[in-house]
C-alpha cells in the first residue's frame, strides 16, 4: 500500500483523510443544520452546539493537515486523456472551492462563536465557552464581543455551509458518473487506491 500519490492513484493518506473528513463534514452539515434550526430546548441545543464546535475543531484540524500533504505530494493522479477541457477545469475549481470550504466552515465558526457575548468573560461559567470536548477552551479574538458581529459571522457561517453543500452534490454526481456511466478509474482511485 503506497503512502504517496501516484499517477494513476491516491495513496492511502490522502484517501483516509479524504473519506474521514467527507463523513464528519456530511454529518456536521446535517447535524448543524438540525442543532440550528429545528432544536427548541435550549439546553439540548446548548449541549449540540457544544459537541457541533468540538468536532468541528477536529475537522479543521484534518483539513489543516490535508493541506500540508498534498503541498507536500505534488504529484497527483492524471485525468483520463479523453476528458474535455471544461471539464478539467471544472473538477479544479471544485476541488480549489472545497479546500478553502473545509477550511472556513470551521473558521467561521469559530470566529461567530467567539464574538457571541455568551463567550465573554463572566457571562457565564467555562462550560459554556468554546471548549473542545471539555477538554480545553479556544482562542477568543473577540474578548469584548456583539451581537450584530455574531449575526453576521453566523450568515457568513450559514452562506459557506450552502455553498458547501451545492459543489458537494455536483461532486457527488461527477463521482458517480465517472464511475457507472465512464466507468473510469476517477472513483477507484479514491477508494481501493488503484487504477
Ligand atoms: C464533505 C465531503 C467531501 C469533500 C470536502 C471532498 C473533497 C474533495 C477534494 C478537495 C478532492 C480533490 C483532491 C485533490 O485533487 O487534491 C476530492 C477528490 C475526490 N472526491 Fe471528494 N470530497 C467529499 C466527498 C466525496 C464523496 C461523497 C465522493 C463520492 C461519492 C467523493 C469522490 C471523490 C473522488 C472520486 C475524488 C478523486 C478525483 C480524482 O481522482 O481526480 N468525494 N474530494
Ligand atoms: C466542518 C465544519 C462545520 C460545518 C460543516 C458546520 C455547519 C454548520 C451548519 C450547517 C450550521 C447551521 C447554520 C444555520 O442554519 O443557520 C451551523 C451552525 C453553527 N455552527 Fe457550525 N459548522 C462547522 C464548524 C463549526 C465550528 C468549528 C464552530 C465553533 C467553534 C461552529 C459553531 C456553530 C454555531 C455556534 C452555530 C449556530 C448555532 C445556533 O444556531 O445557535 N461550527 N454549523
Do not use: C
Not at 483523510?17 to 463534514?25: N, R
Not at 489543516?64 to 476528458?83: F, K, S
Not at 479544479?92 to 478553502?100: E, K, R, W
Amino acid at each position: 500500500m503506497s503512502a504517496m500519490n501516484t499517477e494513476t492513484a491516491w495513496g492511502w493518506p490522502a484517501r483516509v483523510l479524504h473519506w474521514v473528513m467527507a463523513l464528519m463534514i456530511v454529518m456536521m452539515l446535517g447535524f448543524g443544520t438540525y442543532m440550528s434550526n429545528f432544536v427548541t430546548d435550549l439546553v439540548a441545543q446548548f449541549q449540540m452546539v457544544q459537541q457541533h464546535k468540538s468536532v468541528g475543531f477536529v475537522v479543521f484540524t484534518l483539513a489543516v493537515l490535508r493541506v500540508i500533504w498534498r503541498l507536500a505530494n505534488p504529484r497527483t493522479p492524471v485525468l483520463p486523456a479523453d476528458m474535455p477541457g471544461w471539464q478539467r477545469s471544472a473538477s479544479h475549481v471544485s476541488h480549489l472551492l472545497l479546500y478553502i470550504l473545509i477550511l472556513a466552515m470551521p473558521i467561521s465558526g469559530w470566529l461567530m462563536a467567539s464574538a457571541s457575548p455568551l463567550n465573554d468573560a463572566g457571562a457565564y461559567p467555562t462550560q459554556i465557552k468554546n471548549m473542545v470536548f471539555g477538554l480545553f477552551e479556544l482562542p477568543d479574538p473577540f474578548p469584548q464581543g456583539s451581537k450584530d458581529l455574531t449575526e453576521a459571522l453566523h450568515t457568513a457561517h450559514w452562506a459557506f455551509a450552502m455553498t458547501l453543500a451545492a459543489i458537494l452534490a455536483i461532486h457527488i454526481a461527477a463521482a458517480l458518473k465517472h464511475h457507472f456511466i465512464d466507468r473510469d478509474s476517477i472513483l477507484r482511485r479514491m477508494t481501493l487506491g488503484r487504477d
